[in-house]
């Protein structure tokens, strides 16, 4: 089942502004999309369309089947949402916020209590469940704003920057939380963030946003595909001829020419089955081994290239593919610059 | 819906009452209306000579019957029941107004407004809630003052003349229908205007218009034009009622999330 749809949506707010244009999404039940892009690229702006706070200017969209801006508040009924602007009420204690949103969702004060207490407790707020919000940092106001978006177990999360603030700790745990509401509860989350790292950690699928238009949207792969349907795969080896070299279509890499054994290249590494020495250098002048490296379409080509240096009397000591992250992918879309290679 | 509702009430009167800054106003204001001034007039009647003929003009507005007890007794009496009811409608105003303006536009400034319309709540049950809140504080501070300003000017009385005042029907119709109908008209100001005003001060400026005709009750009083008779206040109060319905209902309308979000 489709949780979220939309189907060319665009706002454009009083004054001309043109937030969203012609945005078409859709997602699967269980999926933790992440909606990325740049300030002001109109991520918040999908949000309240998507939870009914803003009504589109054309196009249509639906959460779980129901249209946000006919029926807003059974939107709500269903959804957690945090955004930068949704904050809780300073006089209150932790878990009285919690009790007070609780209630406004419909749950007893027993359940709402047990429920609010045991998030407290996943997100490390239990010690300051009955201290004011007031006395509360940045990071414990972010993880008290998700377990109020919790309270009433929805079925689709909204979440704006949700690790904002975050120590690296505290952002990991989170994320682990969304992962799992995700894949055992099938909760849908639409992570909108600024923090590749992170949403590569948890995202099923991903949207690059721009000046309120969709740059791209997939899996990590297809979005590789996008920049560049080939990539690069490093591989140092030993008992390497010249000829072998260009037999199998394999060059010196940069690195090998500087006599140095250190992959140069910042992209992320996916090193599957590979291994690293600790003193590179040495075993490189020692053993004369090369750094080589060549392009291919996809990984189901590696096993083959890597059995015919071996067959042909090669020793591999270290076997990299060099697929872009979701940072390369993202500032090779949001710049418009050429794919990586 | 029903405890969503009762839930928000709770929470909008707890906001106001743990918040020194818009509570103190709420204690002192009534404080003044409901002890010092009371207090003021039972003194100046009792220690002021009858010669000085400062409230001539206004007793002359009295009927001659109710001389019969002499001129401090009717002076004690135009005092309770004809001038500090018109004080006293300062105190819903500026409590339905100060509610009304943490409720509403407060909860906009802290940004609490946004997670609050993310609740499955319309936004006319909002509003609702958040009004009954208000209002109800009104009628809660209005109530208590009218009980310790009658047990304060009762006590001064009966230490001062040795008697007691009963007051008048003008009191009925101040308590459960004008006091009511402004503070619904306050409440409704602040709503209105709680779109575009970005701090709880701005917004409370306009309920300070409801002081204006207060104002001129007052001085019309002191100076003999006119008396707030029980049917003057019952006028009033149908007139504001009226004005009351009216304003509320166009004001659920001309509001929705996105104009509050702005």
């Given at each position: 089942m489709k949780s979220i749809v939309t189907n060319s949506i665009t706002k454009i707010y009083?004054?001309?502004?043109?937030?969203?244009?012609g945005l078409s999404l859709s997602l699967n039940q269980g999926e933790v999309y992440g909606f990325l892009g740049p300030n002001g690229a109109g991520k918040t702006t999908t949000v309240k369309i998507l939870t009914g706070m803003l009504s589109p200017s054309e196009g249509n969209c639906e959460v779980m089947g129901i249209d946000p801006s006919a029926e807003p508040e059974k939107i709500h009924a269903i959804s957690g949402v945090i955004t930068e602007h949704a904050q809780m009420y300073d006089n209150l204690t932790g878990l009285e916020n919690l009790l007070f949103y609780g209630s406004l969702f419909g749950l007893d004060r027993n359940c709402a209590q047990s429920r609010g207490l045991g998030l407290l407790r996943q997100l490390d707020l239990e010690e300051a469940?009955?201290?004011?919000?007031?006395?509360?940092?940045t990071g414990m106001r972010q993880r008290l704003s998700l377990a109020r978006a919790l309270i009433h177990r929805p079925k689709v999360l909204f979440l704006?920057?949700?690790?904002?603030?975050?120590d690296p700790e505290s952002a990991r745990n989170v994320n682990r939380l969304i992962r799992d509401l995700a894949l055992k509860e099938g909760v849908t989350v639409f992570l909108c963030t600024h923090q590749l790292r992170y949403a590569q950690e948890i995202c099923t699928r991903y949207g690059l946003i721009e000046k309120g238009s969709l740059l791209a949207s997939g899996t990590l792969d297809e979005l590789r595909r996008t920049v560049s349907p080939r990539f690069t795969v490093k591989i140092r080896a030993g008992h390497i001829s010249p000829d072998m070299i260009s037999r199998l279509g394999l060059r010196r890499s940069g690195s090998d020419a500087k006599d140095?054994?250190?992959?140069?290249?910042n992209r992320q590494e996916e090193n599957r089955g590979s291994y690293r020495e600790g003193s590179d250098k040495e075993t490189s002048k020692e053993t004369g081994t090369v750094w080589l490296e060549t392009e291919v379409e996809?990984?189901?080509?590696i096993p083959g290239l890597v059995h015919q240096i071996v067959s042909e009397g090669g020793k591999i000591f270290h076997v990299s593919a060099c697929l872009p992250s979701l940072e390369d992918i993202y500032f090779s879309l949001t710049a418009g610059k050429e794919g990586l290679k | 819906m029903k405890s969503a509702i009762y839930a928000i009430i709770r929470k909008d009167i707890r906001s106001v009452t743990s918040n020194r800054q818009l509570f103190l106003p709420i204690l002192l204001i009534p404080l003044i209306m409901i002890v010092v001034l009371p207090t003021m007039f039972v003194v100046t009647v009792r220690?002021?000579?009858?010669?000085?003929?400062?409230l001539d003009a206004l007793l002359s507005?009295?009927?001659?019957?109710?001389?019969d007890g002499g001129a401090e007794q009717a002076l004690i009496q135009i005092i309770l029941n004809n001038i500090l009811p018109v004080f006293f409608l300062i105190i819903p105003i500026m409590t339905s107004s100060v509610m009304a303006a943490g409720s509403f536009v407060g909860e906009k400034e802290k940004h609490t407004l946004e997670t609050l319309l993310y609740?499955?709540?319309p936004l006319g049950r909002i509003f609702y809630a958040k009004i009954m809140a208000s209002f109800l504080m009104s009628m809660m501070v209005s109530l208590l003052s009218f009980a310790v300003m009658l047990a304060f000017m009762e006590t001064e009385l009966f230490i001062l003349f040795g008697a007691l005042t009963v007051p008048s029907l003008n009191w009925l119709i101040m308590l459960f229908l004008l006091s009511p109908a402004v503070s619904l008209i306050a409440i409704t100001l602040i709503v209105r205007g709680s779109a575009k005003a970005q701090t709880m001060e701005e917004s409370q400026?306009?309920?300070?218009?409801?002081i204006l005709p207060l104002m001129l009750l007052i001085v019309g009083q002191f100076s003999g034009v006119l008396l707030v008779s029980g049917w003057l206040l019952l006028i009033l109060a149908l007139a504001c009622g009226a004005a009351a319905w009216f304003l509320m209902r166009g004001c659920r309308k001309r509001f929705t999330c996105e104009s509050l979000l702005k």
């Open positions: 009083p004054g001309g502004n043109r937030a969203v244009s469940a009955d201290r004011r919000l007031s006395a509360y940092s704006d920057e949700p690790t904002s603030g975050l140095s054994a250190e992959i140069p290249d996809s990984e189901e080509e | 220690f002021v000579p009858e010669e000085a003929g400062d507005l009295l009927p001659v019957s109710a001389l609740c499955p709540l400026q306009k309920a300070v218009l409801l």
